[in-house]
């Protein structure tokens, strides 16, 4: 059982390392080494150690006829030296490194696995041997016993095992929490057994990863002793070719074939390893190398057909977003849509609620607002209007300009949203000083005193570090920093998630008022019905990136149509009727790169017929401001 | 602080009494060995038995290590090699080399100041370099200049520091006429302090591109690993939504963050460094104390090799040990601990 599943992981692997082109490069590398060592006797046109009698001109005898690598110091083949010398070196390397691993794997289990003072000692032990310099004790060790080829790879390898023994350490550390390493504990068995058969199996991918550096390291020191002239006299290896070499006269002599062939050799079988070490290492810690700098995707949103512009009697309009759609690619995967044609507009002074599960497109329907999208995402169509600007067909100039000054973001958990290296001051200085230029430094540190005083953070606390703030004074801090070029609308992405239910309080309050203050819009993304009725005056319901429905809270609230917004509430406790049980919707959101055929909500709607498994529903508008997209609220 | 203090402290303990042992417990007892040396006159031996307590105990119930003989336990802990030796490091005495016949801390400390002239050249041109390309490949991930960049690296890395010495010297004193070695060219006289530092610089460079690209690949490659996990914090998300640019990100926001690593890298390499000085400074003929090591190694003088392995060593977990309060320096969070 277990050999079948180690059989199919190993297969598993070996494709993914077959994808890795740096990979695949160094194995062949390295495996063509191993096969010219192996060979030496058959590859090589002649042995090294045949005494061959020499005249002057056979000294560094240039390339040529039957030497194809021309002669070193001694008149002999230089492609027969170096052939023979794969074998001292891979051996070194090979030897070596066994007893590094060795040495590095046991320390490493063992006070990963033990802790306690053991784990002090020997990690103790192991920072003071990391700093000692390797190369210098090894030259004094080997010159103070003979330098034989033995004695060379066990020094070479009592000294390399210090960076094994710290990775095998913390691979040690994770695996020992895992839930079936604490269950085999549980019921008793001892620490021999769970070592070999629970925590072996899981660090031993890391220890063959870091094997393949280990011998390179061993390698290149073996070279480097033997060019200082520690080696052993009858086994020849690269580095002692390019000793001779140096020492006797091949740079005055102008022979570079005795130079540059040995160090050919070495330069091969340790790229081969590093390519190899980096191909083993993407395949088994495989990350995504994108990030927030990367280039956006082009957008490539085409207009959409103009629906009659609502009209309502309240403030000017500032966010008039239409029909957006974003998909999410995926590599060798199918896109996943994760916003489709999703409509909204935002008044001045308005509070607008974005509900609906986790995953359903809500913080990527508010990234995209202000082209903030990871490089994945791609806006497909739609328009993003702002005081009748297209936001997304701007220039990154453009964009940039708008960002903060205009709309700003407060993120979800803002535990790292905030740079820890800075002072929360200085943070919100560089926005002030990027959209409303540079002041005086005095004008500055007032505005920033009266945005920390804003939301009830001390001013005297603007030189400290966020590590020394709360959690809750972040999120205000985060609030502070987003007020501080007066934007016109605020995005407040579940800006009280993770928090206790005072400063929960304290928040909310705080928005209330500088909305009132300051005439904010204010997107509040949230799964916390309670909060929307008390601070919303419309709400967006989203489900599996479309919406489900839109209208003003009261509507929501009262006369809720879609399934979906129903089946929220009654998930939602309502103080005014606290005899009703609350029910959990059963199942989960769709996965979004295969969306169910029909309506997204069809397989978990309490009212579904027929035709919700095969026709997605439009979005309706029901009376004046109030949307829906359910087959049960069609016009007729 | 006082902590990493306390540790550096343990180290260099722990330096010295390795530094003792290993040259009493290998092969051929070399303070004892050195004395045979037909080099040396009847009244130097006798200055050296004395001065080293040569004719003491090692230490407390061992008469000698190597072959191990017992001896008496209750004599007086000062009065053992040991403790002679642990007396004339205190007073800055390493001993005397058996081939220049003068003390080694002399010979060590001017070439301390070659090595640490070469060192720092190398070291912040490969550690420059290294930045800047690793946060362009990191910027432009996935693109053919990150894989160029990559691939270089690996290369660089992979490069054995001598030989690619060797491969320079060969063709920098060829084709473009650098001198093959050593500091100054001997028997010049220059006029002034210019025409001085310009003969230095030219025999500088080889040495230097050497040191520069073979440590170039490594920090290049640190920095572009942890240049892509800044880069996908929240805070870069945040920054960007401020409406900063690219340029202003990576300058204030990024690269700070991703030199908290990078210090501890520089810091950890520089016993690589120092290999990489023994290399250099062979194939050159820097005079070093990498160059030291491998003379005293090729004429059996173990006074210099102990004398320039303790030197180093320290040096190393100085540097170590500043590295480490440069760390809390820039981590605003170590310092509040």
């Given amino acids: ?636 | 602080m006082g902590k990493r203090l306390g540790w550096a402290t343990v180290t260099v303990v722990f330096v010295i009494t390795l530094n003792f042992f290993i040259f009493r417990v290998l092969p051929g007892d070399p303070a004892r060995a050195g004395l045979r040396d037909p080099r040396l006159t009847r009244e130097a031996i006798e200055a050296i038995r004395v001065r080293f307590g040569l004719d003491k105990p090692v230490i407390n119930c061992f008469e000698s290590l190597n072959p191990v003989k017992f001896g008496d336990c209750a004599v007086n802990p000062l009065q053992t090699q040991f403790f002679i030796y642990v007396g004339n490091l205190a007073r800055g005495e390493l001993g005397v080399s058996y081939h220049l016949n003068r003390p080694v801390q002399t010979i060590l400390v001017q070439r301390l100041w070659n090595t640490v002239l070469l060192i720092g050249a190398g070291q912040i041109l490969s550690v420059l370099i290294g930045i800047i390309v690793g946060v362009i490949a990191a910027w432009k991930a996935r693109t053919s200049i990150d894989y160029i960049a990559l691939v270089g690296s690996l290369l660089a890395w992979s490069l054995p520091t001598f030989w690619l010495g060797i491969i320079l010297l060969f063709w920098g004193s060829r084709e473009l006429g650098l001198p093959i070695g050593g500091k100054i060219t001997p028997g010049m006289s220059f006029a002034s302090a210019k025409e001085l530092w310009w003969d230095v610089g030219r025999h500088m460079l080889l040495p230097t591109l050497t040191y520069t690209i073979v440590f170039l690949g490594e920090y290049m490659l640190i920095m572009r690993s942890t240049l892509l996990d800044v880069l996908s914090e929240d805070y870069i998300l945040t920054a960007k939504a401020k409406g900063l640019s690219t340029f202003q990100i990576l300058k204030d926001h990024a690269l700070r963050n991703a030199m908290l690593p990078m210090v501890t890298i520089i810091a950890l390499n520089l016993g690589f460094t120092v290999a990489g000085a023994i290399q250099i400074e062979t194939v050159f003929s820097w005079p070093g104390l990498g160059g030291a090591i491998f003379e005293a190694v090729g004429r059996r003088d173990y006074p210099m090799l102990q004398g320039a392995f303790l030197l180093l060593a320290v040096s190393v977990i100085l540097a170590n040990l500043i590295a480490d309060l440069l760390y809390s320096y820039l981590d605003p969070r170590v310092q509040a601990e």
Avoid at chain 1, 144 to 151: A, G, K, M, V, Y
Avoid at chain 1, 409 to 417: D, E, L, W
Avoid at chain 1, 460 to 486: N, V
Avoid at chain 1, 526 to 539: F, I, K, N, P, Y
């Fill in chain 1, 1 to 636: 059982m277990q050999a079948t599943a180690a059989a199919t992981s190993f297969r598993g692997f070996w494709r993914k390392l077959q994808r890795n082109r740096m990979g695949l490069v160094g194995l062949v590398m390295l495996v063509t080494a191993v096969l010219v060592a192996l060979f030496a006797g058959a590859i090589a046109p002649y042995d090294p150690k045949d005494p061959v009698p020499i005249t002057i001109d056979d000294i560094y005898a240039a390339p040529g006829g039957e030497h194809l690598l021309g002669k070193d110091d001694a008149g002999k083949d230089v492609l027969s030296n170096f052939i023979y010398g794969s074998r001292v070196s891979l051996t070194v390397g090979f030897f070596a490194s066994f007893i590094s691993i060795f040495i590095g794997g046991v320390i490493g289990i063992v006070s990963g696995f033990y802790g306690g003072r053991v784990e002090n000692l020997l990690m103790r032990f192991t920072d003071i041997m990391l700093v000692i310099p390797d190369l210098p004790l090894a030259v004094v060790l080997v010159a103070l016993t003979r330098p034989r080829l033995s004695n060379i790879i066990f020094v070479i390898g009592i000294l390399g095992w210090t960076g094994t023994a710290r990775l095998v350490r913390s691979q040690t550390l994770a695996v020992k929490q895992r839930k079936f390493v604490l269950r085999a504990r549980a019921v008793g068995a001892g620490n021999w057994h769970i070592i070999r058969k629970h925590i072996f199996p899981l660090v031993l991918p890391l220890i063959v990863v870091n094997t393949v550096l280990v011998i390179s390291l061993a390698i290149l020191n073996e070279s480097t002793l033997s060019f200082l002239g520690l080696a052993d006299p009858t086994a020849v290896s690269w580095g002692q070719m390019l000793n001779y070499a140096f020492t006797r006269g091949a740079t005055s002599a102008g022979a570079w074939w005795a130079l540059v062939m040995p160090g050919f050799g070495i330069v091969w079988v340790v790229l081969g390893c590093t390519l190899l070490g980096h191909g083993l290492e993407q395949v088994l810690n495989p990350r995504l190398e994108s990030h927030h700098l990367s280039a956006a995707a082009p957008i490539t949103a085409a207009r959409t057909e103009r629906l009659a512009r609502r009209d309502l009697a309240r403030g000017p309009v500032l966010l008039d977003v239409r029909d957006l759609s974003v998909d999410f690619e995926v590599p060798e995967g199918l896109p996943v849509h994760a916003v489709e044609n999703v409509s909204f507009t935002l008044r001045e002074g308005e509070v607008l609620g974005l509900v609906g599960e986790s995953g359903c497109g809500k913080t990527t329907l508010m990234l995209s607002l202000m082209r903030l999208l990871p490089a994945a995402g791609r806006i497909l169509q739609g328009e993003v209007n702002y005081l009748g600007k297209d936001l997304l067909s701007l220039s990154e100039q453009e964009i940039a300009d708008m960002r903060w000054k205009e709309i700003a973001m407060v993120f979800q958990g803002a535990m790292n949203a905030l740079n820890p290296v800075h002072t929360v001051g200085d943070q919100i200085a560089e926005a002030i000083v990027r959209h409303q230029g540079a002041r005086s430094k005095a004008e500055l540190e007032e505005r920033i005193s009266e945005l920390l005083d804003l939301v009830g953070i001390g001013p005297e606390r603007k030189d400290q570090y966020p590590h020394q703030y709360s959690g809750g004074m972040r999120q205000r801090a985060m609030i502070a920093m987003a007020l501080s070029c007066l934007p016109k609308v605020l995005i407040a992405d579940e800006p009280t998630t993770a928090l206790d239910v005072m400063i929960q309080a304290q928040i909310l309050e705080l928005m209330s008022k500088l909305r009132e203050q300051l005439g904010l819009a204010i997107i509040f993304v949230t799964h916390d019905l309670g909060v929307v009725a008390e601070m919303c005056d419309s709400v967006l319901v989203m489900y599996g990136g479309v919406t489900a429905e839109y209208a003003s809270v009261d509507t929501i609230y009262n006369v809720p149509k879609h399934p979906y917004t129903q089946e929220l509430l009654k998930a939602f406790p309502d103080l005014s009727r606290p005899s009703e049980k609350l029910v959990a919707i059963p199942g989960y959101p769709p996965r979004l790169d295969v969306p169910p055929p029909g309506c997204r909500f069809a397989p978990r709607c309490p009212l579904v017929f027929e035709r919700c498994n095969l026709e997605q529903p439009r979005v309706h508008r029901l009376n004046g401001d109030h949307l829906a997209s359910c087959h049960l609220v069609e016009p007729k």
